[in-house]
């Protein structure tokens, strides 16, 4: 199993400020099939970025993502107050799909 | 629009059975794997199951092989999970979701609001 880890845990940060969140894999991540996910408080997790840099619809050009092999990066560049919540990187390329643990991101 | 909505969640008791159901509208079902995954409350996102798009062909968990099937009926854009031989440690929020791609292996764009399950005595 292919097991991802994430920091930092928990992230403060103010409106305007820019966001690196970090997610690294336990193995190389095949054909770098890693997506990031943003979940508010009683809400479903919501698609940002699949393999690891395209951007899903509707999703804001100052967010993005890098990264390939076993490193990968989600970037904020101008944090807004509705981009709180906590981020799940997310593994599809080796079955089991697994996902990291979460970030959480506050806005100070 | 294109939606997911669960249902069959509740209270169950360990060693209890439960189906939950998934209704899909807004796009064509039958093109797309779907996949059910689990949140513990107040914990991270857990991958249960997998199904392709004609349903021949599954895959599930380790902590949930043998003891939850899921199966789907295209002619009623609807995705199911039986669970059996629930265990406390079962208890969770369960998504259904959908990926990207038609009949392909990818990240999961659409998700349902999810139902809960407890398993409890």
């Known amino acids: 199993e292919n097991v991802l880890t994430q920091s930092p845990g928990t992230l403060s940060l103010s409106p305007g400020e820019r966001a690196t969140l970090s997610c690294r894999a336990s193995?190389?991540?095949?054909?770098?099939?890693l997506a990031w996910y943003q979940q508010k408080p009683g809400q479903a997790p919501r698609l940002l970025i699949y393999?690891?840099?395209s951007r899903a619809t509707g999703i804001p050009d100052r967010v993005s993502g890098s990264g390939s092999g076993t490193d990968f990066t989600l970037t904020i560049s101008r944090l807004e107050p509705e981009d709180f919540g906590v981020y799940y990187c997310h593994q599809y390329g080796s079955p089991p799909r697994t996902f990291g643990q979460g970030t959480k991101l506050e806005i100070k | 629009e294109v939606q997911l909505v669960e249902s069959g969640g509740g209270l169950v008791q360990p060693g209890g059975s439960l189906r939950l159901s998934c209704a899909a509208s807004?796009?064509?079902?039958?093109?797309?794997?779907m996949y059910w995954v689990r949140q513990a409350p107040g914990k991270g996102l857990v991958w249960v199951s997998r199904i392709d798009s004609d349903g021949s062909s599954t895959h599930d968990a380790d902590s949930v092989k043998g003891r939850f099937t899921t199966s789907r009926d295209n002619t009623k854009n609807t995705l199911y999970l039986q669970m059996n031989s629930l265990r406390v440690e079962d208890t969770a929020l369960y998504y259904c979701?959908?990926?990207?791609?038609?009949?392909?292996?990818?990240?999961?764009?659409?998700w349902g609001q999810g139902t809960m399950v407890t398993v409890s005595s």
């Open positions: 979701a959908r990926s990207r791609v038609v009949g392909g292996y990818d990240a999961l764009d659409i």
């Open positions: 193995q190389s991540v095949s054909s770098s099939y």
């Open positions: 807004g796009f064509t079902f039958s093109n797309y794997w």
């Open positions: 393999g690891a840099s």
